[in-house]
């Protein structure tokens, strides 16, 4: 008879048997062996009907087609920039996909982006190579300035950005700072107080180390209230 093991939003560790028999089926991060489904990583466990699936609780981040990410210059080249992706993988920006503007050959590049600047950008190519392509040509992208940046990891960027946008939007709420949350788990933020930047820093941080758990919404909303005296609003369906 089948069963399942585990419920929804259980922590798995590798090689758990997460259910029995052959009514249910193995997604991502599991796999089947004989009549059991196992886990192949440390993972949130997350049941859809009768397919058993893993998100990921660790690991960096991969680069993908159609990302926002936000880089880093890492070394200036004769054709363009070598951007940090906060990956195994460094991304080229060329000179074309960096300005509107035309860049005469030769040009002094230190003069859009140097060393040590932060951009935010869209991934544009991946080959099977891992060759990663971004550009600065589109809506938002940018250089970013002054600031601060934190990271965090990659498979907790969707529960910090929330349910169409409405984690992040409290906090910007509690907080009036702009941010902006580069899919590679680099985060930008900018607050007209200092000690507003620090408190939106420790809520995505909270929101971070309590992603796996229930009723994260209602306590980080009740910790931004405390740390600001501020009534928040939270978007409905998150």
């Known amino acids: 008879m089948s069963k399942i093991l585990v419920k929804n939003k259980d922590i798995a560790v590798p090689g758990e048997s997460l259910a029995e028999g052959m009514d249910y089926l193995p997604g991502r991060g599991t796999y089947r062996d004989k009549e059991e489904i196992r886990a192949a990583m440390l993972g949130l466990v997350q ?3 009768r397919a058993i699936k893993l998100i990921p609780l660790s690991g960096t981040y991969l680069p993908k087609k159609g990302d926002v990410i936000i880089g880093k210059v890492k070394e ?6 070598m951007i940090d992706t906060n990956s195994a993988y460094h991304a080229m920006l060329s000179m074309k996909d960096a300005t509107s503007e035309y860049i005469p050959k030769g040009a002094d590049l230190t003069q859009y982006f140097t060393f ?13 190579q891992k060759l990663v392509d971004v550009t600065l040509r589109g809506p938002g992208l940018r250089k970013l300035r002054d600031g601060r940046i934190i990271t965090v990891n990659t498979h907790k960027v ?7 946008g409405s984690m992040v939007s409290m906090i910007k709420q509690a907080t009036d700072c702009s941010i902006m949350v580069g899919q590679n788990g680099v985060i930008w933020l900018q607050g007209k107080e200092p000690e507003m930047e620090f ?5 995505i941080k909270k929101i971070e180390a ?5 009723g994260l919404t209602d306590r980080i909303k009740k910790f931004l209230e405390k740390a600001t005296g501020k009534t928040l609003t939270v978007a409905t369906g998150e």
Do not use: Q
């Open 76 to 81: 200036i080249l004769m054709s363009g920039w």
């Open 116 to 128: 040590g600047d932060y951009l935010v950008c869209k991934i544009i190519n991946v080959t099977s």
């Open 210 to 214: 309590e992603a796996h758990l229930s």
């Open 47 to 49: 049941i859809e009907g």
């Open 158 to 164: 969707p529960r910090i950005i929330g349910k169409k």
């Open 199 to 203: 408190l939106a820093t420790d809520a």
